[in-house]
């Protein structure tokens, strides 16, 4: 089977990223295409606008579309979990280092929700992206969503760093194995050979392994024809200036922005005169769009009188998205 197209739709907080991601996944899954919908924003709303709810699991919500919200705060302890028992086992010689107190510690440390939106992140692409023709990511507002992206490259830049270091640990205990003999430790009862060897160090094998993953999912999302970024903005001067510093962002992590929905566009049949300036300035706003980004579509999603919430409103607003991503598929 086919690797599953990843969008992601990211943007200024209330611009509509949520409303338009759900429509989206709504009208692909309605064109016949297996659709895994799951929402990487803590402020929890895919299931507020499909008008169901969700939790961490899948939930199936028409015959060809499911959904999931990862709740952010189990994902931490999850996350942390994990990593403890593992440095457990890797450090289990090092009883000098309290690892109960270092976790307590990191769990409100900066980055972590960060790290562990891109678990989540990594997780649903590994074990879905064969299941399914497209997983649609709601995200959350795009300072966290940037940050998460940014990490895949930042950690290989970790990683490399990392393994050096160790490579040369590892070569001076080589060296002193050779004048003094190898050195051998009793473990929780256990003895056991101090590495000396990549091969035989715990530690180098973590760093590899967790150095394949992270360029797994670097390479996933730089790839142009697995992944789409979709900036969701209004037609107003702060969420186009943030679009176009997520943009700059994104160009930098080589992450493929391909399509710009400006949402909430005003239309009047004949415009109240009081709108009349905010016309001008919405046409000026969606005239700049186009001009500063002129490699990507750029779509236009009208303001609703009524929130487009639920099945039924959601598939009589912004077919347009959907109809750009099936040319992809
Ligand atoms: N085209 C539209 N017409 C009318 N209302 C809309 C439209 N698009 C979105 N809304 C409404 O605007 C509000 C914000 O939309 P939404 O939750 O999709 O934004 P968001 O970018 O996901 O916000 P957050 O940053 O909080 O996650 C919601 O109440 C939604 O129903
Ligand atoms: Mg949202």
Known sequence: MKHAQILLF??????????????????????GFKVLLASLDPAHNA??????????????????????????ETLIQRYLKQTSEMMRHTYRYLTVINLEKFFEMIQYSPGIEEQAT????????????????????????????????????????????????????????????HIHGEKYLTVEGIQEKLATS????????????????????RKTLTNPNLTSVAAVLNAEEMPLLETERAAEALKKFQIPLKLLIVNKVLRF???????MRKMQQQEAIIARASQAFPQQTLLQATWQQEEPRGLEKLRQFCPEAAEFFMNLL
């Open 10 to 31: 990211i943007g200024k907080g209330g611009v509509g990223k949520t409303t338009c991601s759900v429509t989206t996944a709504v009208h692909l899954a309605d064109k």
């Open 47 to 72: 299931g507020d606008a499909l008008d169901c709810s969700l939790n961490d699991q899948k939930t199936s919500v028409t015959p060809t579309l499911d959904a999931l919200e990862i709740d952010l």
């Open 118 to 177: 891109l678990e989540a992140l990594k997780n649903i692409i590994f074990q879905e992206a064969f299941h399914y023709d497209v997983i649609v990511f709601d995200t959350a507002p795009t300072g966290l969503t940037l940050r998460v992206l940014a990490l895949p490259s930042l950690s290989m830049l970790w990683t490399q760093k990392l393994t050096g270091l160790r490579k040369k640990i590892l070569d001076l205990r080589s060296s002193i194995a």
């Open 198 to 217: 990549e091969d035989d160090d715990a530690t180098m094998r973590e760093l590899r392994q967790y150095h394949t993953e992270i360029e797994r999912i």
């Open 269 to 275: 049949e004949q415009t109240p005169p009081e709108f």
